[in-house]
């Protein structure tokens, strides 16, 4: 079942924030994070396997809440390289990979 | 970390053809993953393959258009086969990297036009 994530595009100045949510309607065993620039294959960001963590990448951090239900992924002061379509992949134990539909985050000077 | 070469990273088709996409991983892993992506879309799984078993297809997608083998533990193929205009889109392989490291790595990716 595909993790409903949301908003669809952002659109950022340098220096701004942003925070995509992923949610699923049941517990689930994982959450990734990845990002692909246009023309590239996705780049695996992080993953989150408990309930309650938080985890940061330089100042891209992302939590998964208590029920392992929803992950938000945080990007803070963003650069123009944080550009590109942001995607959350959600496991079920003994399940594969499913994406979000994406959020496409444009950062401009 | 494991590194996945995809080919050929585009081709143009045409209709009623086939085409057959590699992907050889540079370390052995259990599964792998065939995903497409369409332009602007997200990533739809097509099928998980197990080394020394049959594929395991993704509702809708069936076996005989979208074959695919895995004869050992660092290399399988996805056949697009009769294409149609319908199935111009961007392939992608993946693997599992499991603990310590975890995440996905994929493939750069098959980008198919079809005519």
């Known amino acids: 079942q595909q993790p409903v994530q949301s908003p669809q595009a952002v659109i950022l100045r340098e220096g701004e924030d942003a925070v995509i949510n992923c949610s699923s309607s049941k517990a689930l065993y994982s959450v990734h994070w990845y990002r692909q620039k246009h023309g590239e294959a996705p780049v695996f960001l992080m993953i989150?396997?408990?309930?309650?963590e938080q985890k940061g990448h330089e100042k891209i951090s992302a939590s998964f809440n208590e029920k392992k239900q929803q992950s938000s992924l945080y990007l803070t002061a963003s650069q123009l390289s944080y550009s590109g379509t942001y995607f959350c992949?959600?496991?079920?134990?003994?399940?594969?990979?499913?994406f979000g539909a994406g959020t496409r985050l444009t950062v401009k000077p | 970390s494991a590194v996945i070469s995809q080919k050929p990273s585009r081709d143009i088709c045409q209709r009623g053809t086939s085409l057959t996409i590699q992907c050889q991983v540079d370390?052995?892993?259990?599964?792998m993953f065939w995903y497409r992506q369409q332009p602007g879309q997200s990533l739809t799984l097509i099928a998980t393959?197990?080394?020394?078993?049959?594929?395991?297809?993704e509702s809708g997608f069936v076996i005989d258009k979208f074959p695919i083998s895995r004869p050992n533990l660092t290399f399988s193929t996805l056949t697009v086969s009769n294409m149609s205009p319908e199935d111009s889109s961007i392939y992608l392989c993946s693997i599992d990297r499991g603990a310590p490291n975890y995440g996905y790595t994929f493939g750069s990716g098959t980008r198919l036009t079809v005519v």
């Open positions: 989150l396997l408990k309930g309650g």
């Open positions: 393959a197990n080394q020394g078993s049959e594929a395991t297809y």
């Open positions: 992949g959600t496991e079920r134990v003994g399940n594969d990979m499913r």
């Open positions: 370390s052995q892993v259990t599964m």
